[in-house]
């Protein structure tokens, strides 16, 4: 799989400013987050060669340039600059002078994209095999992170996982909400005061709703429920209503209520999922989600056990 190595320089690096950014409306949006846009630039050629599109992230319109958002953006670039794995999103850019942006290598959708398109669709699973492969890429990356460059990914869900093609690889993105490990891959609170752990509710894990110890643990939980996104089709912890014709559920309070005590809790299976189809899907789907983390897998774990039942699984595709 050497073809899909993500590579980590590049000859424009150094000339950020001579970059030509078109006016958004020219520019395809990937996704969104707190005060941030993720747009795709498509780059004409040069020289005769084809260049590979980017993905770059830039503050929304509404928000206007501040020293909080260009230092966030900024220690997101350096960590990115420093990340060398096949499994994480590449470092092409970063520029804050006309144009506050950070330019990333750009891959075919979001995880999150595909349920959506999944459920416009079909409204089927995906394939136990695909389910597996993203518990192999991601688990992988997170090994790296974990051990290697020791920090706390601190927001896996569906839409920080970008897709390749039909799953030839999965990669890890976004990593503006990171905490640092120690070398137990632990997250010191105390000689870290001026670094919080974000992250998002719904794919939050026990300890962190409970204020507990955070360790690199943490993230094979929210990756857990990822893998449940797949299985569901929809976000943690939501209930579809069953007698409806439309997968839409009702939001008012008390529904909200219900939903926020089930956070940190591991979410049921749907009920048109197999065992027998998902059995190595959701024995990695309930090994992520323990409630006691020193019973989750590492993230070495993890991709070792997936990477040995994709090798074995013959699933018809979806």
């Known amino acids: 799989m050497s073809e899909f190595k993500t590579p980590t320089k590049s000859k424009l690096q150094e000339n950020n400013d001579n970059i030509t950014i078109p006016p958004s409306p020219f520019l395809h949006k990937l996704g969104y987050g707190t005060g941030v846009s993720v747009l795709q ?7 005769g060669l084809i260049r590979s599109p980017w993905a770059l992230k830039m503050l929304n319109k509404r928000v206007k340039p501040n020293k909080v958002y260009k ?5 997101e670039a350096d960590l990115l600059k420093r990340l ?3 499994n994480i999103v590449g470092f092409r850019a970063f520029s804050n002078r006309k144009i506050l942006y950070l330019g990333m290598e750009s891959c075919d ?6 349920i959506e398109k999944k459920v416009e669709d079909d409204c089927e699973p995906f394939a136990a095999k695909y389910i597996i492969k993203v518990a192999t890429d991601i688990g992988s990356a997170l090994d790296y992170l974990h051990t290697k460059i020791q920090i706390l990914h601190g927001d896996i869900k569906s ?12 990669k890890l993105c976004d990593f503006g909400v990171t905490v640092p490990l120690d070398e137990n891959g632990v997250f010191d609170k105390e000689n870290n005061k001026n670094v919080a752990y974000y992250g998002t509710e719904a794919w939050s894990a026990p300890e962190v709703l409970n204020d507990g110890l955070i360790t690199c643990k943490t993230d094979i939980w929210s990756l857990g429920l990822t893998l449940w996104e797949m299985l569901s089709l929809a976000p943690p912890h939501t209930v579809i209503d069953e007698d409806s014709d439309a997968s839409v559920t009702s939001m008012d309070d008390s529904y909200m209520n219900d939903a926020f005590e089930r956070y940190g809790t591991r979410p049921e299976i749907p ?6 189809e998902y059995s190595d899907a959701l024995s990695l789907f309930h090994a992520c989600t323990e409630a006691d983390p020193s019973l989750r897998p590492s993230g070495l774990h993890l991709a070792t056990a997936a990477a040995e039942m994709l090798n074995n699984i013959q699933t018809p595709d979806k």
């Open 41 to 47: 630039l498509v780059r004409s050629p040069r020289a």
């Open 109 to 114: 959708l979001s995880l999150g994209d595909m």
């Open 84 to 86: 060398s794995h096949p």
């Open 71 to 75: 230092e966030r953006l900024q220690a």
């Open 271 to 276: 009920a048109n999922i197999t065992i027998e």
């Open 159 to 170: 839409y920080n996982v970008l897709v390749n093609g039909n799953f030839i690889i999965c």
